[in-house]
């Protein structure tokens, strides 16, 4: 039998993968999966670029405001709730599409990869806790380099995690390319100072329009400073100004640093595919190739 069709845009973030997958479930019977770490998170909208009801321009988005930010949320929840996502839009007659920035939630879904579930090593984390982020970074890098790739290095809890994980399974299973579903794949890039710039705008125009005070109200709602460490830059960043500990231009400046970091690892993750069609979502001719592209996978 054939097997379903599916969409995924990817890319670096800041790219404007949301609203092209937005453009083109419009145009093709769409509905849209988030493939995004952070944005399963309830109360994180701004700090995490999350699309709003409007920008959805009434297209059904999903995995979104899945779970509290008080608990975890793993790659084999994702596939779980993806797959069952996936399953019910094809059943509307529907083309699912993939959008994201998380390269572990996409290449899960795509190849059709199931994380075995590795439990605590409370003993091993112990004594990884005495270490830098440093020092965690280039244990991973040992144990497992293709992993080290994507991770955010400054992201303590993540580092141990991955490293228990590397040294539990010998490292991450190897992706198998073969999937339940037919897919393709377009990724949006850009020019690394238009990107840069985009970076900053996009931080500072979350900031104006209030994040900050979603990161105090996560705060007061009981989310401790150190688990805001672990949920990425802005919060990170922005707990740390909120505690007095930085000016208001090195927290805008850390982040904007550290996002283009990430935005590198990302771009590497990604360009491991070579079946990916490359775009540049700003130039018209890009586009309507790649709408050409989506017009013939769905034939």
Same mark, same amino acid.
């Given at each position: 039998m054939e097997?379903? #069709?599916?969409?995924?845009?990817? =890319?670096?973030?800041?790219?404007?993968?949301?609203?092209f997958a937005v453009e083109i479930a419009q145009k093709y019977n769409s509905e849209i999966?988030?493939?995004?770490?952070?944005?399963?998170?309830k109360g994180m909208d701004l700090g995490t670029g999350k699309i709003t009801k409007k920008e959805m321009c009434g297209v059904p988005h999903y995995l979104l405001d899945v779970v509290s930010p008080l608990k975890t949320f793993s790659v084999s929840d994702f596939k779980k709730l !993806? @797959? #069952?996502?996936?399953?019910?839009?094809?059943?509307k007659q529907k083309v699912p599409i993939i959008c994201g920035g998380t390269g572990f939630y996409i290449d899960t879904i795509i190849n059709g990869t199931v994380y075995p579930e590795v439990i605590p090593d409370k003993e091993l984390r112990v004594k990884l806790s005495l270490k830098t982020t440093t020092q965690l970074f280039d244990i991973l890098k040992k144990l497992d380099s293709e992993r080290a790739e994507s991770i955010d290095k400054n992201n303590t809890v993540r580092l141990i995690r991955a490293i228990e994980i590397a040294k539990t399974l010998g490292k991450v299973p190897k992706m198998e390319i073969n999937s339940n579903y037919n897919v393709l794949k377009i990724g949006l890039t850009l020019p690394s100072e238009i990107l840069k710039e985009r970076i900053r705008n996009r931080l500072l125009?979350?900031? #104006?329009? =209030? &994040?900050?005070?979603?990161?105090?109200?996560?705060?007061? &709602? =009981?989310l401790t400073w150190k688990r805001m460490n672990e949920l990425g830059l802005e919060y990170r960043y922005g707990a740390l100004y909120l505690q007095g500990k930085s000016t208001k231009e090195e927290m805008i400046e850390k982040i904007c640093t550290e996002t283009w970091h990430? !935005?590198?690892?990302?771009?590497?993750? *990604?360009?491991? @595919?070579?079946?990916?069609?490359?775009?540049?979502?700003?130039?018209?001719?890009?586009? @309507?190739?790649? *709408? #050409?592209?989506?017009?013939n996978f769905l034939k």
């Open positions: 097997k379903p #069709k599916i969409i995924v845009i990817l =890319g670096q973030t800041s790219t404007g993968k949301s609203d999966i988030s493939a995004d770490s952070r944005q399963v998170y !993806a @797959d #069952k996502k996936i399953e019910e839009i094809l059943k125009s979350r900031i #104006k329009k =209030g &994040m900050l005070n979603e990161i105090k109200k996560l705060h007061d &709602m =009981g990430y !935005a590198k690892r990302q771009n590497t993750w *990604f360009k491991r @595919d070579k079946n990916t069609i490359w775009i540049n979502p700003t130039n018209k001719i890009d586009k @309507d190739e790649a *709408f #050409k592209e989506i017009s």
